[in-house]
Every structure is written in C-alpha cells, then in structure tokens.
C-alpha cells in the first residue's frame, strides 16, 4: 500500500506561485496513476489535474488550465503540482491521491477511481 506525503502549502500573495510535491513510499511509483485534489472549507473536495503513469499525459479543471502544470519524476517517486498566477479563490487544502488503475496511459479525473490518498497541504492566498 503506497503512503504519500505531501508538501509546500503556505501562506501566499495573489499573483504568487507555489510548487507542491507528493512524495510516495512505493519504489514501483511507476504503476500509479496521480492526481491532485482540493477542498476548500465547507465545499466538496474537488479535481485540480491528473497524469498518468508515464507522465505523457496531463489534464486539468478548467480553472487551472495555464496556471497550473502537474508533472512527475519516477525515479524519484514524486509528483508536483507547479501553481502560478495563485487567486484567493485556489485556497484551498491540496490533497495528494494515487491509483493503480489498468490503463497505462489514461489520466484520472474522478475522486472514486482514486485508492490512495495523502493527508493534504494547506495553500492560503491572500488578496
């Protein structure tokens, strides 16, 4: 069972940027497809981007879509979620979220096709 951690949440100014990365214990990170979620406080938690498990293929929500780019190293058995242009409006706990799935080269985009999930990362930005 893969454990992921993630990291780089703070506090920051709108029109800032952020890199959160997501570190995962399975040395064959590899076999999962990756995404990163948000929820902000009293909302449903909610899709941000997705890759697969090669790294090929991407896609995002459209609200993120040329601000936000999702990518990943598997040697180094992380995925990161580089935010720029950051509005009050991405506050939010980002969370981590990893699944076998059986396509290799599909992106998953729905909560439920996810397994594994990391404990989140808080993202504030002020206006």
């Known amino acids: 069972q893969v454990q992921l951690v993630e990291s780089g949440g703070r506090l920051v100014q709108a029109g800032g940027s952020l890199r959160l990365s997501c570190a995962a214990s399975?040395?064959?990170?590899?076999?999962?497809?990756m995404g990163w979620f948000r929820q902000a406080p009293g909302k449903a938690r909610e899709f941000v981007a997705a890759?697969?498990?090669?790294?090929?293929?991407?896609y995002y929500t459209d609200s993120v879509k040329g601000r936000f780019t999702i990518s990943r190293d598997n040697t180094k058995n992380t995925v990161w979620l580089q935010m720029n242009s950051l509005q009050p409006e991405d506050t939010a706990v980002y969370y981590c979220?990893?699944?076998?799935?059986?396509?290799?080269?599909?992106?998953?985009?729905?909560?439920?096709?996810?397994?594994?999930w990391g404990q989140g990362t808080q993202v504030t930005v002020s206006s």
């Open positions: 890759i697969n498990k090669s790294g090929g293929g991407t």
């Open positions: 399975e040395r064959t990170f590899s076999i999962y497809a």
């Open positions: 979220a990893a699944t076998l799935g059986s396509d290799r080269y599909r992106v998953y985009t729905s909560l439920v096709n996810y397994d594994y």
